[in-house]
Nanobody, 121 residues
Framework: QVQLVESGGGLVQPGGSLRLSCAASGRILSIAMMRWYRQAPGKQRDLVAA???????GYANSVQGRFTISRGNAQNTVNLQMNSLKPEDTAVYYCNADVRDTTSTSYFQVWGQGTPVTVSS
């Protein structure tokens, strides 16, 4: 069974920085896209950033220029560097990936459990 585990969330003041990490584990053959989503209280879950296996990236307009998504050397990890944080960035951040493992012939999506980020003074 493939699992994604996020870490790095917490409380930060406006203007500060946080770095989120997500590690995939299990009998993984390959990971295609990896993404970060976020969900604020009472709102829908929105895509924040995505990165392909070839390191092509994309960002939501609201975080462009402030957040950077990257894949770790192990390729089974993804990071989200968040700078110049604003109160409106407060949300639970979820890692998501398209994975193929030893039991599958096609890619399937896996979600992490989420890590909370609170931006407040």
């Amino acid at each position: 069974q493939v699992q994604l585990v996020e870490s790095g969330g917490g409380l930060v003041q406006p203007g500060g920085s946080l770095r989120l990490s997500c590690a995939a584990s299990g009998r993984i053959l390959s990971i295609a896209m990896m993404r970060w989503y976020r969900q604020a209280p009472g709102k829908q879950r929105d895509l924040v950033a995505a990165i392909s296996s070839g390191d092509s990236t994309g960002y939501a307009n609201s975080v462009q220029g402030r957040f950077t998504i990257s894949r770790g050397n192990a390729q089974n990890t993804v990071n989200l560097q968040m700078n110049s944080l604003k109160p409106e960035d407060t949300a639970v951040y979820y890692c998501n990936a398209d994975v193929r493992d030893t039991t599958s012939t096609s890619y399937f999506q896996v979600w992490g459990q989420g890590t909370p980020v609170t931006v407040s003074s």
